[in-house]
Structures are given as C-alpha cells and as structure tokens.
C-alpha cells in the first residue's frame, strides 16, 4: 500500500503541475452555452448508474468461486513467463522489432509507425500465449488480456501529456503515439468495451476480489463521460468543436472541475487502470491450471491449493 500511495502522490503532483504550468491552448465555451445539453449528460448518468447497480446486484448474488492457486507447485501463476512460446521465438520478435526499429528511424517514419513496426512482430506471440492462458486459466485469460491493453492505453495518455508539456499545451499537436486514434468514436466504443468486459469480470470474480469493484466504479463514471461526449460529437459537431469537447467534469464543461479535459482523463484512466492491475496481480494468486482439476478430480480445490 505504501507503494501504491507514493504513486498516487506522484501522479497526482504530475496532473497538477501540468494544469498550473501547462494551460490548454484550445476553444472552451462561455458557461452558460456548456450546459446547453446538460438533458443528455443526466440520462447517461441514469443509463449507466442503473446498469452499474444491476451488475453489481447481480455480482453480490452469484456463487463464490473457489480459491485456486497457480499450478500443481502452490504460489501465484507466473505471469511474466511464457507459457506457450519457447524462448527462441521471444529472441526471434526482440530481433525482428529492432530491425524495424533501426529501419524506421533510418526512414524518418512517423513515431506511431514506427511504433507499430515494433509491437507488430509481438502479437503473434502475444495471441499464442494468451489462447494457453484461456484454455489452461479459464478467465483469468482475459484478465490478462484487458490489464495489458488497459496499461497501453494508460500509456497512450501518458505520452499525450508529454506531448503536451512539449508543445507547450497545445492540443492540436499532442494526440498521444497512436493519434489517428484519437478521436471521440474510438474513445466510445474503447471505453464499451472495457467496461463490459469488467462487468463480466465483476460477476464472475468480484466476490473475492475487490479491486475489481474499484476498478468498475472508476470506469462507470469515465462512461459516462464518454456516452455523453459521443452523443454531442455525432449530433453536434458545431457544438463539440467550439468547446463541448471538455465534456462534464473537464473545465469548461457542464459542471467542470479545475483540470481541463486532458488532465481529467488522465486521472480517470489511472483510477480506472491501476486498481485493475492490482486485481490482476491478486487474481494470479488465486487460480488454477484446469487441467489439474481433471487429472485429479478427487482432489478438493482446497488440496489443489497445496
């Protein structure tokens, strides 16, 4: 906990640095006209606050799953292995992405390409490990999956607040590594999907973890910012773009806050991702390898913990 303090402390004076020392260049709304819409951001507010209740109920009341350890040796699963992939593969991607790498930066490739030559070599190894850890973890595989794309998008909000501090806060010129993506239909559907997909997690694990309840409170609030940002970009782009943008709490929106929209996500991400890596790492501590279930059925769950 007291690492987890500290790192909270540190991205806390971060954000606020950045809002004191590096202030938005971007258009912003007078008061009055940021709330034009505020109907629509209550209805989101209602759609998810009723939808979140119902998983949450529904979670409280499904069974308990039992405690389960990583593999027939006790202990934690070892995450940072693989699994699946001998060790000349990995040697074989690390080659593969230096190549590009050194090629990318000889051809002047824009820095989101030639990230994408780096990373493209590691999804076949990536999709290979992650199949095993379903078919072996059950759905501690997904777990894993959502946490590492959960971490690359905190990553992505990480490099557009340097961006930020580069260019001196201007907007335009700071949309993180990947920013043709940087657009509100893909935060939309991003962000859908995260948040079903803890829901999933909450039923099912949730009830002997609760990290993951942190992290679903955390990413319901962040929906319905995007639900609301989403609905204004599609019907009202005028609007969006003249500074309907900040959305509901970044400054300058319907009820604002003193970070603007950047900052504000940032910190939503770190309270939305950090505690879902937190339950990952606790989660690794409690399953099991299924084949072991079936290879020694007369064993009690309690006796496969040994």
């Given amino acids: 906990m007291t690492r987890l303090a500290i790192l909270t402390a540190v991205a806390a004076a971060a954000v606020t640095y950045m809002q004191l020392a590096v202030p938005l260049a971007a258009p912003s709304l007078a008061r009055r006209d940021a709330t034009a819409y505020w109907q629509v ?107 590492l794309f959960q971490l690359g998008h905190m990553m992505e909000h990480t490099a557009e607040l340097v961006q930020l501090f580069v260019n001196h806060g201007n907007l335009a010129q700071s949309h ?15 962000n859908v999907g995260v948040w079903v997909g803890l ?37 009202h782009q005028e609007f969006w773009s003249a500074g309907g943008w900040a959305g509901i709490l970044g400054k300058g929106g319907i009820l604002g806050s003193p970070l603007d929209r950047p900052y504000l996500h940032f910190a939503y991400n770190y309270i939305e991702v950090v505690p879902l890596v937190i339950a990952f790492l606790d989660q690794s501590r409690r399953v099991y390898n299924r084949y072991l279930k079936q290879a020694f059925p007369m064993l009690s769950d309690e006796e496969l913990l040994a």
Avoid: C
């Fill in 199 to 235: 829901a999933v997690l909450l039923y099912r694990l949730g009830a002997k973890n609760p990290w993951l309840w942190i992290a679903f409170a955390a990413a319901s609030l962040h929906m319905v910012e995007h639900i609301y940002l989403y609905w204004v970009y599609v019907f």
């Fill in 41 to 147: 951001a209550m209805i989101a507010a209602l759609v998810v606050l009723i939808a979140a209740g119902a998983i949450g109920w529904l979670a409280r009341g499904a069974p308990i799953p039992p405690s389960h350890s990583g593999g027939a040796e006790g202990g934690p699963v070892p995450i940072w292995r693989l699994h699946h992939v001998p060790a000349r593969g990995a040697l074989l991607a690390g080659s593969i992405s230096a190549a590009l790498l050194l090629g990318g930066v000889m051809e002047r490739l824009p820095f989101w390409g030639i990230a994408q030559a780096v990373l493209l070599p590691w999804l076949p190894i990536w999709w290979f490990d992650a199949t095993w850890q379903t078919r072996h973890y059950g759905l501690y595989g997904f777990l894993s999956a959502l946490t």
């Fill in 176 to 190: 993180g590594v990947f920013g043709v993506l940087d657009n509100e239909v893909v935060h939309f559907y991003w």
